[in-house]
């Protein structure tokens, strides 16, 4: 009996663990965009699903095709029994957005103000969130008016952000009052933060974006090349990787590095479901085309003409690379 009372306590103490090697595996899925996989993962499991791993479903959902109405359902239903839980909140308002995103003229506004509301509460559930915060300033600058967009508010919420932390905060400030149309308060706050965080990834990459905008490529692979360096999170290191394979590709600028940037982003993301991927694989087919590197390119856009149905633009990219051929 003493036997088994220990090897019970043992089995219970493990659970947690078991739960959360699980929880690891479905977000590490959703970091590599294998949202397909994701939703197998769970949907697979014999146990009842903890609330956390409702929330990963329901966020793999959202991004798997054809099944954001069901994320949208199972967020509502989870919404019923958990309504002060202000992450679904937030989760639910994303899901709303992408529904917008995809709708008629005519459902489209519904679904942004609905998606602002659940943002709302998810900000009045917890004000310690700052990606609801970024959301809420997010939409208040660029929505339109008649869904309840609010460029005043969007600025008044991000001076208090800033006034609380200067980089994080000035940084959504400057977007809020581009918006707005301040256009000479943003620039001093952008050379402010410029000259008080100088190695911030953020703003290496904000300043690559302002190079390429005035056609100077060379000077803006050098920055995204330093935000790379600097970026703390992989998710960031890939999007500026991408960043400088774009570049590479479309303005014909060193192109080993665009290469050794685009072949670390198809790497990371192999088995990715998004779209991502694919357009990764048609700048990397780009730079070996602007190379006359034909049968470098060639199997990378066999890879694209089988993935068109990704995303619509993909057929117009792909019929532009072969006549490149």
Same mark, same amino acid.
């Given at each position: 009996? @003493? ?21 690891? #595996? ?21 146990? +009842?699903?903890? =609330?956390?791993? /409702? ?26 029994? #958990? ?6 909140? !937030? ?7 992408? %529904? ?8 489209? +506004? ?16 917890? @004000? ?35 006034? !609380? ?14 918006? /707005? ?6 620039? #001093?706050? &952008? ?6 965080? +100088?190695?911030?990834? &953020? ?21 995204? $090349? ?19 394979? !774009? %570049?590479?590709?479309?303005? $014909? ?12 982003? =198809? ?8 779209? *991502? %991927?694919? *357009?990764?694989?048609? !700048? ?13 390119? #060639? ?23 072969? @006549?490149? %051929?």
């Amino acid at each position: 009996m @003493k036997h088994s009372l220990i090897a019970l306590a043992l089995l219970t103490s493990s659970l947690p663990c078991l739960a959360n090697t699980l929880d690891q #595996q479905v977000q590490t899925l959703l970091d590599t965009q294998q949202y397909t996989k994701a939703v197998q993962l769970l949907t697979s499991q014999h146990s +009842p699903l903890s =609330t956390e791993q /409702q929330l990963l479903y329901i966020k793999a959902l959202a991004r798997t095709p054809d099944k954001i109405e069901e994320a949208e359902t199972l967020s509502e239903t989870l919404l019923e029994s #958990q309504p002060n839980h202000a992450k679904l909140h !937030r989760i639910s308002a994303s899901i709303k957005f992408l %529904l917008a995103q995809q709708s008629s003229i005519f459902s489209a +506004p519904g679904y942004a103000k609905e998606g602002l509301a659940l943002l709302k509460k998810a900000r009045e559930l917890d @004000k310690n969130d700052d990606d609801t915060l970024a959301s809420l300033i997010s939409f208040y600058a660029n929505a339109p008016g008649l869904v309840g967009g609010d460029e005043d508010e969007a600025v008044k919420l991000a001076k208090a952000w800033y006034a !609380r932390a200067p980089l994080d905060g000035g940084l959504i400030l400057v977007q809020a009052l581009t918006k /707005q149309g301040e256009d000479k308060q943003a620039e #001093q706050l &952008r050379d402010e933060l410029r000259e008080q965080y +100088p190695n911030d990834h &953020r703003i290496l990459a904000e300043r690559a974006k302002q190079a390429a905008e005035a056609e100077q490529f060379s000077e803006a692979v050098s920055l995204i $090349k330093k935000a790379i360096a600097q970026a703390p999170e992989d998710k960031y290191k890939l999007e500026y990787q991408y960043q400088l394979g !774009r %570049l590479s590709a479309i303005h $014909k600028v060193e192109s080993q590095a665009g290469i050794k940037a685009l072949e670390a982003y =198809t790497q990371y993301y192999a088995l990715s479901d998004s779209s *991502w %991927l694919i *357009w990764a694989k048609a !700048r990397l087919a780009r730079i070996y085309l602007n190379d006359k590197q034909a049968k470098l390119a #060639q199997p990378l856009l066999n890879d694209i003409a089988n993935n068109l149905d990704r995303d619509d633009d993909l057929k117009g990219e792909l019929k532009k690379l072969k @006549k490149m %051929l």
